[in-house]
C-alpha cells in the first residue's frame, strides 16, 4: 500500500482540495494494483459539483452530494450541502446593500468550496453600485479562493475594461476561456473590447461564438428546470388519474 506521505497520494490532494490531481493520482494506482474505485468515483462527482458551482448550477450541484459520501471523512457534506443551498436560495433575491448580503451568504462564505461564488456576488453588487475598487476586491478574492472560477476572471476583466485597461481585461477575458471554452458572457464582452481596438473581424467571430453558446446555454438551463419540475408534474398527473377514478368508481356504483 501506498502511504500518505509518498509522492502519490491522493489523500493529500483531497486534503488540500485539488480533486483532479487526486484522480490522476488514484487512476496511477492502479497501474500498480491499488484500487479505491467508490473514492475515484467520489472525486470526479466533487470535480463536477465545484464545475456546476462556478456556472451557477446549483440544481446540478446538489444531485451529486449523494456521491460524495466517500469524501465524508475530509470535510463536512452537510455544511457543503448548506453553501450550496444558501447561493441557491438568494440567487434571485434583489439585494441592495452589500453588509445584508454578505450575511445572507454566511453559509456559503464559511465554506471553501462555495466561498469563491459567494465573493463573486459580492463582487457583482458591488459593481453595480458603482464602487469599482470595492468589487476588484471581491473578485480577486473570489479568484484567490478558486483560480478556476471562470466568472469572477471575467467580471475583473469587466472592471479592467471599464477603467480603459485594454491589456489586463483581454488577458483576463482570454484566461477565463481557457477554463471554459463555452463561457458566452467571456466571449460576448472580449468582442466588445475587441471593437473597441477596431478589430472589427475578431469581434464579430467572437459576438458569433457567444449568441451561439448563449442559445445552447439557455437549452441547457430549460432542461434542468424542467428535469427538476418533472416530479411535481408527474405527482400531478397521478393525482388527477386518482380524481378520475374515484369518480369512475362512484358513477359505476350508484348506477
Do not use: C
Amino acid at each position: 500500500m501506498t502511504d500518505s506521505k509518498t509522492p502519490l497520494s491522493w489523500r493529500e490532494s483531497i486534503q488540500q482540495g485539488n480533486f483532479k490531481q487526486a484522480e490522476a493520482r488514484i487512476q496511477a494506482l492502479e497501474l500498480v494494483g491499488e484500487h479505491h474505485p467508490e473514492m475515484l468515483l467520489a472525486v470526479q462527482a466533487m470535480m463536477g459539483t465545484t464545475e456546476a458551482i462556478r456556472s451557477k448550477q446549483f440544481l446540478k450541484a446538489l444531485r451529486y452530494l449523494p456521491d460524495l459520501n466517500p469524501l465524508q471523512e475530509f470535510f463536512s457534506l452537510s455544511d457543503l450541502r448548506m453553501g450550496i443551498e444558501t447561493l441557491q436560495q438568494t440567487e434571485k433575491q434583489e439585494e441592495r446593500d452589500p453588509e445584508t448580503l454578505r450575511s445572507k451568504l454566511q453559509p456559503a462564505w464559511n465554506n471553501p468550496f462555495t466561498r469563491a461564488e459567494a465573493l463573486n456576488r459580492i463582487g457583482v453588487l458591488q459593481a453595480q453600485l458603482g464602487d469599482p475598487v470595492q468589487a476588484r476586491v471581491a473578485f480577486e478574492e473570489a479568484i484567490q479562493s478558486d483560480p478556476m472560477h471562470f466568472r469572477a476572471i471575467t467580471n475583473l476583466g469587466n472592471i479592467a475594461l471599464e477603467a480603459g485597461n485594454h491589456n489586463e481585461a483581454e488577458a483576463l477575458y482570454r484566461r477565463a476561456l481557457e477554463l471554459n471554452p463555452e463561457h458566452h458572457l467571456a466571449h460576448n464582452n472580449l468582442a466588445v473590447l475587441l471593437r473597441k481596438q477596431k478589430r472589427i473581424g475578431a469581434s464579430i467571430q467572437s459576438l458569433k461564438k457567444s449568441q451561439r453558446l448563449e442559445q445552447k446555454a439557455l437549452m441547457q438551463q430549460a432542461r434542468e428546470e424542467g428535469r427538476q419540475q418533472a416530479p411535481a408534474a408527474k405527482a400531478g398527473v397521478f393525482a388527477l388519474y386518482g380524481v378520475i377514478l374515484i369518480g369512475v368508481i362512484w358513477f359505476l356504483l350508484t348506477r
